[in-house]
Structures are given as C-alpha cells and as structure tokens.
C-alpha cells in the first residue's frame, strides 16, 4: 500500500450505534431510513466522527454531486449544519443536481440554497486551476459512482488529484459501495486511446470502489507527482466485492434504475454506433434499436425530448430493436450479444461504427473483431491475457474483501 494514502479504520461500534451517532452529530433532525441495507453498508460520508474533526477550522471544497447524501441530507448541507468551512463546490458531469444531458457544458455558477461558488468541472477547465484551489486547505471528494471505465466520475477523481497533488493540497475520499464490485471483465484500454471517457489501463469493468482506484492511481503513479499527494480514505463498514448495493439515488438522468446500471457496461457500446440506447425514453439503457431494424423485431421506442435527453438520437422517430425485460439480472460479465446482434442486422455495415466506438472500448481491437465476425467467446478470450495481468495489479489496492476471496 503507497505511503501516502492513509486509511481511517472502519468503525467497530455497533450498526445501530452509528447511525444513532450520525442522526445527532451536528444535524438538525434524523432523515436516515432505518433499512436492512442501510445497515449492512455504511457509506464513507456517514461516518461523521471520523473525518468532521479533520474539516474543522479549515477552508473545505467539495467535489460532489447530487448522489454525496447523508441519509436524505446532502453532504454540504450535512457539513455547514456543523459548523464546516464550505468555500466552494466542484462538480462533474452532470452538473451539481445531475440533471444535465451526458456530454453537456456545464457553467460555474453559485449554489442558490447555500449560495456557494460552484465550479463546473466539465465546462471550461478539467483540471481544477491553481487559482480555483488557492484559498482551500482540503478538498472532499463523495460522488456515488457505477464502476465503469467510460463513466467519467473516476476522469473527473484523477485530474482533482493531480491538482492537489501538483498544489500540495490534502485530499479526502469518502468511499462509496460499487455497484459493479462483484467481477472484472472487458478490454484493457490501450494507451494511446486514452480520452476522458477513459484515461488508464484499466479494463471496462474493473472491480474496484474510488477509494480502492484512488490507490491505484498514486501507487500506479499514473499521474504526475502522484506520490506527492496527501490523500486519506474514510472506508465503508459492512461492504465487500461480493457486495449487490442498490443504489439509493440515480447516478445519472439516463441511468434511473438499478436494471439500467446492470446493463450499462455492455449497453454503453452503442454511443459508439448508430444505435439508439433509449436516451429519450423513461427506459434508457434498457433497451436499443434503430429505424432500419423493422425487419428483425416488432418492439419499438420513440426517442422524445426530455431532462437529461434534449435532443436524444433519432428523436420523434419508431427504433425497432429489443428490451431488456429481466429486472432481476445481475452481470458477471459483459453481454457482447446486443452489439453483435445489431452489427449483424445493420445492412450498411461501414455506417454502424463512429469514432467514439474505439475510445468506448480503449482498443480498436474489438470494432476490428466485430467487422471480421469473430464471436463472443473468440473475443472475450481475447481479452484475458491483459485482464489477468489487470487483476494482479488490483489486488495490491483493494480495502474489502475481495470476490474471489
């Protein structure tokens, strides 16, 4: 384990306690449901006692969205009930209340309920500016992730550690459950695809929670000066990689049930084509077609403007495809089927790709594979040379108790 990264222990006290503690440490009124899973996994951000004597005094940025909750509470109103500095908010794809459209600019501005300045990390700048840091003593990160190499929550985490680590900031992690902790699988990203929708060698489902990937990140040194950064990780209680966490809140406008989530990984692929995933629809990423398709499939969707779809593909007109009715699905590997399905029904074969495919994948490896027809198994067993390698390099970094453990 790097020298740099501490790591708070895990609280010992009884699950009851702690959410008796959390109720009354430095909030107005209790809002946390008392439920089976609440008191199975106990996120980071709960664990007041660990980490709010660590704020006190001191000027606090928050890199957070609508998902960094305390029960039903937000964190930054959690922290200013308390007593906390918060100077400013961070935030990433999405915006603050995670409303916007994927790949939509997102403006600074001010929070209007607290009235703090909030700084938009996919708009102008990436990367936190030196003048955006000079007047924070810590920054906090708490983002409810997916797990997913190409959702960019985890681009947003490194390039925040590389400022703090380039303007000797300290950094605090507050951990969160990953909903696709339970297995690794997918291509290994090539380097030189490298692109915010994937910036390490790490394969698409990767298996590890932010604090374990933060790890990874400063041990792997895969950012400049990674070993100069101050970073501490409050841990969960109650969680392990084989772990199903619901997701109490939506991480994202098009991912609005758990059954999304679980088909997100091998759904997302069709950003890279011509193929709808149903982004304006109340069932995006639980679906995918396309006009063409009628021939193959009597099931259709019509794409219509919403909030986080404003001008979703194909919008207004009838995609033929297929939905994803099994609510009880849960992954252990990706689902190359959907892909090669809609490539096999697709008649304008050289159409189908975009550029955005290749980054999706991290290789041009798999697009290529397709196109000569290889099936699932000959590319899944392509992957596992580097996927092997992959896992090694995860074990060094992992918190919890591992799924194969």
Known sequence: ???????????????????????????TSCTIPVTAQSLEIIPGAWQLEWYKPKLKGKRVALLMNHTATIGDVLLVDTLLQSGIDIVKLFVPEHGFRGTADAGAYIQDGIDSATQIPVISLYGKNKKPTKTQ?????????????VGVRFYTYISTLQYMMEACAAWNIPMLILDRPNPHGHYVDGPVLQPSFSSFVGMQPIPVVYGMTVGEYAQMLIGEKWFPQAEKLRLEIITMEGYTHHSLYQLPIPPSPNLSTMHAIYQYPSLCFFEGTVVSVGRGTPRPFEQWGHPSYKAYSTYYFTPQSRIGAAKPLYQDQKCYGLVLNDSSFVPSQLDLSHVLTAYHWYEEKDKFFNNFFDKLAGTDLLRKQIRE??????????WQPELDNFKKIRKKYLLYPDFEE
């Open 1 to 27: 384990m790097n020298t740099s990264v501490k790591i708070i222990p895990k609280i010992q006290l009884r699950k009851m306690l702690i959410i008796w503690m959390i109720c009354f440490l430095g909030l």
């Open 373 to 382: 027809g290889k099936d699932a198994a000959h590319i899944r067993n392509s």
């Open 133 to 145: 840091l000079q007047d924070v003593d810590i920054v906090v990160y708490d983002i409810q992730d």
